[in-house]
């Protein structure tokens, strides 16, 4: 069984192997999507293809809608010649279950798949032409928390930022200066609304894709590019929802491969790309999903939450967030991380039967995170972390890296723990320096910044904008000498826009010092100091 158009009309054979098809006419699909377009979305990677791509093929199935998606990728191009083209945009959802069974579906969704580069005439030309259809109502995105940053970390523009902001919308080379260039051709052709919905797993993630698009807006206008009402265009014609968005989607994995071979799946071949992606024609993830959007649009609203999606209010989209990012689930994922890269792992399932990182984690979530959490109501903040303690982070069938989720931690830090630690300071019933478990795992990164682990190998850090930065200063400590802890923390622990605090300031940097040297003791510190505090 091989993954085109053409093999699955042979759909006995795919049903006979436990495949779930596409129960809706492609072709009519395909045409519909062309001609009236009205979802475009943008970053064509595992979570887009997992959850986003599945609810609208679920949907189309039920005949609830009658158009697809429309697919763009604006920063690795190969994924749609190698990925997308090459299987005709279909791609196999293997959802690997607890109990160690796998479903396997085609998703058909997709109806068309384009570059996001002004130097290849024909994808832009196309993406044109879908922004200044009347049709479009929602152009989502799944481009990472990186994606939206115009600066580096001295708080310079970007290179290519910098030429688009000064140069003709038509030849930009950023991502959102390409995206804004769409919006102002959507301006052009009669001011059009719009909504453009940011999926990706960051605080306020609406806002940051908001502040990018206007940022470009105004410099254009100020350096007289583009009309002076294409301002006020990007900020009344066009929404910003809030969303937060909760499923895991690891790079595909060896024994899922295998699975599909198994059963008669022959495309089964990864590729990495030029840039370093490593995809598949399937995307392996696990069963639960959360996707949460204000309900805030433009030119109305797709019926996804026919889907399974939840629309509220931006109030309780806040309230989600910062119960998933800043303490139910992703925490808990970047502690894992760390001390996982530390003490060598390569599965986060491994990592749950570690008796004292399941003792960090849980003290992190329910002793540390819950008394600050707001319940938001549509979701109980206990029950998602029994289920992210029980079902999730234990499935040995999700092959889940602690190196993936290491990676851009710099960007993570101040969500994932810098909020918990300003609702402590908020909050005059509670004292910021009764916090042991969220400065441990900050004293952790540090350890691990210093990339060796626990048994004094070397070990190679997961990309991140800011290594280039705070592993310089990491280089003054070495193992078994403390003499200079102090000099060094002290020039990345005040760091508000690592940490979203100082936190000297608010009284834990020397308790994150005193557990740093515990922690660069010498081979096995790291052990040790779990073993002390997570008892």
Known sequence: MKL??????NDKIWEEAGFELPKFDRDKMIKNTKENPEWIHFGAGNIFRAF???????????GILNTGIIVAEGYDY???????????????LATLKVDGTLEKKVIGSIAESLCVDTNNLNDWNRLK???KSKTLKMASFTITEKGYSLKNGKNEFLKDVENDLNNDPSSARSYIGKLVALCYERF???KLPL??????????NGTKLENAITTFAKNWVDNKLVESEFLTYVSENISYPWTMIDKITPRPAESVKNMLKEAGFEDTEAITT?????????????????????????????PLNKGGIIYTDREVVDKVEKMKVCTCLNPLHTALAIYGCLLSYTKISDEMNDKELVILIKNIGYKEGLPVVVNPGIISPNDFIDEVMKVRLPNPFMPDTPQRIACDTSQKLSIRFGETIKAYVKNPELDVKDLTFIPLVIAGWCRYLMAIDDKENKFELSPDPLLSSVTPIIDNVKLGNTKNVHETLMKILPNREIFGVDLYEVGLGEKIESYFKELIAGEGAVRSTLKKYCK
């Open 274 to 302: 030029s840039k370093d992606t490593f995809i598949a024609s399937f995307v392996n993830a696990e069963e639960p999903q959360y996707l949460v959007i204000e309900d805030n649009f433009k030119n109305g609203r797709l």
């Open 4 to 9: 085109t158009q053409e093999e699955l009309r």
């Open 78 to 92: 190969e994924i749609i010649e190698k990925i997308y083209k090459k299987y005709d945009n279909l791609n196999v």
């Open 52 to 62: 986003p791509a599945a609810v609208c093929q679920d949907l189309l199935n039920r």
């Open 129 to 131: 032409e879908i922004f």
């Open 195 to 204: 909504t453009l919905v940011s999926m990706d797993n960051c605080s306020h």
């Open 188 to 190: 052009k052709g009669g």
